[in-house]
């Protein structure tokens, strides 16, 4: 069993920047494919971001390309997302999620939230515009 925790979120500003931290205890997050879903009153969960657990591959919403980075702290046992140039449009319950899939993971694997086995309860981003 994998217990996620996130924290990091906020109120801010549009243009500000916040960064989100998962986490766990217990199992080393360097085992699993981790991916960054949020969702947003009255609509579905998206992705976000994702890093394979070899870090050497990411993926990215094109929503957030370009202004959201995901990296892994191996040393800390964390899954960070830096998230710049906010937007009013960012505002949502973010939340972290892990799966090891079999060989690398794939971006048709990292979008769907379904593939993913583990999930924690979420951090709320608020964006003022």
């Known amino acids: 069993q994998v217990q996620l925790v996130e924290s990091g979120g906020g109120l801010v500003q549009a243009g500000a920047s916040l960064r989100l931290s998962c986490a766990t205890s217990g199992r080393t997050l360097i085992s699993y494919d981790m991916g960054w879903f949020r969702q947003a009153p009255g609509k579905d969960r998206e992705f976000v971001a994702a890093?394979?657990?070899?870090?050497?591959?990411?993926y990215y919403a094109d929503s957030v390309e370009g202004r959201f980075t995901i990296s892994r702290d191996n040393a800390k046992n964390t899954v960070n997302l830096q998230m710049n140039s906010l937007k009013s449009e960012d505002t949502a319950v973010y939340y972290c999620?892990?799966?090891?899939?079999?060989?690398?993971?794939?971006?048709?694997?990292?979008?769907?939230?379904?593939?993913?086995?583990?999930w924690g309860q979420g951090t709320q981003v608020t964006v003022s515009s």
């Open positions: 890093v394979s657990r070899s870090g050497r591959r990411t």
């Open positions: 999620a892990a799966h090891r899939f079999p060989g690398e993971m794939t971006v048709g694997q990292a979008r769907f939230a379904t593939g993913y086995t583990y």
